[in-house]
C-alpha cells in the first residue's frame, strides 16, 4: 500500500454487504471505487442514491458521494486495496455444489490491474480452500507478479480472507464494532490487511490463517443452523404430538442452561441456510449433523406448507393472506426465504385466493407470475382475508391488536399473536401454532 492519505480502495461487489463496506470504508476518508455489473446500481450509487433497504446507509453513501470519497463504476480500476464481496451460490445441480465462478471472474478482473504492493482481499463466503485458490489463478494471469505463499522470495502482493459478520439491518453498526478474523495465505499478508481493517473497525481484529478463517465463517453459521433445527424439529413434533411448541420451549428455557431458539417456516437468507452446505460439501462423510439439521430445517418448509394446504382446503372459499416473504423480520432480503417459498407455493395451488402482505416490496417476485395471487397492504387483507399464515415477524404484523384480527383464522409460524382468539364456528379454525 501506498502512503497514509493516498490510499485508494476498489470494491468488487456492491450488494447487501459490499456497498455498506464500501460506504464504511468511505466514512474512514479512504477513496473507494465500487465495482458492479449491473448499470443501475452503479448509476444509483452515483447519484447518492441505494439500491437496498439498510439501516443508515442512505445517508452514509450520500455524503460518501457528496465527498468524492465513493464512486460507481462496471470496470474494475487500479487501486491499493481490492476487497471482493460478490456472491457465492449454488450451482444449478441440485446437489448444493458451491460455485465460486463469481469470485474467480472477480479475481480475474483484478489480476487485469494488479501492481507490486497491492493488497487483495476475499470477503466473500466461501468453501474451504478458495482463498488460496483465487491466488492461484491470479499467479497464472501474472507470472509477473510472485504471489503468497508461492515463491520462495518475498511476494509482491498480499492476499487474505476477511469474512464480515452482520445481521442485517444492523449492518454498519456490525462492520464498525464486531470483531473480525483476519485470515492470510502468510502471516506478512494477514499483517497488511489488518492494517486496513483497523483504519474503520473498532472491534478486535484477530489474525489467523486463510483457511482458518474460511472454516471460521461457515462454523459460525452451521452452527446458528444446528440450534434452529431443534427448535423447528420441536415444533414439529408438538404439531403432531398435540402440544404448544410455544409453551414447551418457554418452560423449558426456564432452565438456568438451556436457550432453545424460536421455530418458524425455516431458514432463509445467503449465508445459514447456505453455508452449512458448504462445509458438507468439504467433507461429506463426516459432516452428518450438519448436514441432518440442514435437511431438518428445509423440511420444516415443507411441513408448512402441507399443514397450510390442510387449513385453506378445510375453509372453501375464505381468501388467504400470507404475511411476509423476508427471510426475516424488518427487511427487504428475500433470498433463500422459506416464506417466499411457502407463499408461493400455495399462491401456486390457490391462485387468487392468495394475498401477500409484504411492507417491504413493490411487487411480488416472478414466481407469483400467472397464479392469480395479489400483493396487498396489511389494512387491506385484515378487511378482505378470513385466513391468515403468518410467516415473517415483520414489527408491522405484530403490532396487530387483537381485536383487529379476532374474526380470522391464523396459522401462526412465528409465534407473534400468543394472544389471538379461537374462533368458536367449526373445528377447523383455530390459531395454529407453528
Known sequence: MRGEASIETCVVGLGYIGLPTAAVIARAGVRVHGVDVTQSVVDTINRGEIHIEEADLDGLVHAAVKRGLLTATTQVRPADVFVIAVPTPFEKDGNHTPDDSYVLSAATEVAGVLKAGDTIILESTSPVGTTEKMRDLIAGLRPDLKMPGIAGETPDVSIAYCPERVLPGHIIEELTNNDRSIGGITPRC?????????????????????????????????????????????????????LDVWEVIKLANRHPRVNILQPGPGVGGHCIAVDPWFIVHGAPETSRMIRTAREVNDAKMHHVIARAIE????????????????????????????????????????GERINVVEPYAQELPREFDDTGAKLVDVDTALESCGIMIVLVDHDVFRVIPAEERSHIIAYDTRGIWPDQPV????????????
Do not use: H, W
Not at 423 to 434: F, M
Open 423 to 434: 374462533p368458536q364456528a367449526g373445528k377447523d379454525n383455530l390459531r395454529l401454532a407453528g
Open 311 to 350: 387449513l385453506v382446503e378445510n375453509n372453501p372459499g375464505v381468501p388467504v393472506a400470507c404475511l411476509g416473504l423476508a427471510f426475516k423480520a424488518n427487511i427487504d432480503d428475500f433470498r433463500e426465504s422459506p416464506a417466499r417459498f411457502v407463499a408461493a407455493s400455495l399462491a401456486r395451488k390457490f
Open 190 to 242: 494477514a499483517r497488511k490487511a489488518l492494517a486496513f481493517y483497523k483504519r474503520f473497525v473498532r472491534g478486535t481484529c484477530v489474525v489467523t490463517d486463510a483457511r482458518s478463517a474460511e472454516m471460521t465463517k461457515l462454523v459460525e453459521n452451521a452452527y446458528r443452523d444446528t440450534n434452529i433445527a431443534f427448535a423447528n424439529e420441536l415444533s414439529m413434533i408438538a404439531d403432531e404430538t398435540g
